[in-house]
């Protein structure tokens, strides 16, 4: 009796494979989605209404997210904008924080009201200080820090802080 060969050595066959990936595929969920389907309806109708906004102002300038990003960081304290970021607001997947909205808004030459609808406050505070200082009453501070710096000088400011920890 002749031998049986063994067809793809262990393997699913061709077309039972590619079933099964196609399958895979389309039940897999990407981080995005799954970030997406926690927001409340409130939340998504902001991020929606936010990206439709954003779209407009580049189809009104001519521009693609890649162009945004260039030209948004033009106006970071660390000259980088990501167009991965601006990918996420044009999908609506995520809102900026204040400095990234600063930047878009004058690299669109816009101001925060036009991108973002008056829902969204509440979700952004757009005048959030970059550094913040409340005195505490009895001869010390309360100190907030909130802005991008080199690694070196986020080491020095904890180092500083550090030794005058109570």
């Given at each position: 009796?002749?031998?049986?060969?063994?067809?793809?050595?262990?393997?699913?066959?061709?077309?039972?494979?590619?079933?099964?990936?196609?399958?895979?595929?389309?039940?897999?969920?990407?981080?995005?989605?799954?970030?997406?389907?926690?927001?409340?309806?409130?939340?998504?109708?902001?991020?929606?209404?936010?990206?439709?906004?954003?779209?407009?102002k580049l189809a009104e300038?001519?521009?693609?997210?890649?162009?945004?990003?260039?030209?948004?960081?033009?106006?970071?304290?660390?000259?980088?904008?990501?167009?991965?970021?601006?990918?996420?607001?044009?999908?609506?997947?995520?809102?900026?924080?204040?400095?990234?909205?600063?930047?878009?808004?004058?690299?669109?030459?816009?101001?925060?009201?036009?991108?973002?609808?008056?829902?969204?406050?509440?979700?952004?505070?757009?005048?959030?200080?970059?550094?913040?200082?409340?005195?505490?009453?009895?001869?010390?501070?309360?100190?907030?820090?909130?802005?991008r710096v080199p690694f070196?000088?986020?080491?020095?400011?904890?180092?500083?802080?550090?030794?005058?920890?109570?």
């Amino acid at each position: 009796m002749p031998r049986r060969q063994a067809v793809g050595k262990g393997k699913a066959a061709p077309k039972v494979a590619a079933g099964r990936d196609a399958y895979l595929e389309k039940t897999r969920k990407t981080r995005d989605e799954l970030q997406l389907e926690r927001l409340s309806a409130a939340e998504l109708a902001v991020r929606r209404e936010f990206s439709k906004r954003l779209q407009l102002k580049l189809a009104e300038r001519g521009w693609n997210g890649s162009e945004l990003a260039r030209q948004a960081s033009k106006h970071m304290s660390d000259g980088r904008f990501g167009r991965d970021m601006v990918s996420k607001y044009l999908r609506g997947v995520a809102l900026p924080y204040p400095s990234s909205l600063t930047a878009l808004c004058r690299a669109l030459r816009c101001k925060p009201e036009d991108l973002l609808p008056p829902e969204a406050y509440g979700t952004i505070n757009t005048v959030a200080p970059e550094v913040d200082m409340q005195t505490a009453g009895d001869g010390s501070a309360w100190l907030r820090i909130n802005k991008r710096v080199p690694f070196k000088v986020a080491v020095e400011v904890m180092a500083l802080l550090k030794g005058h920890a109570e």
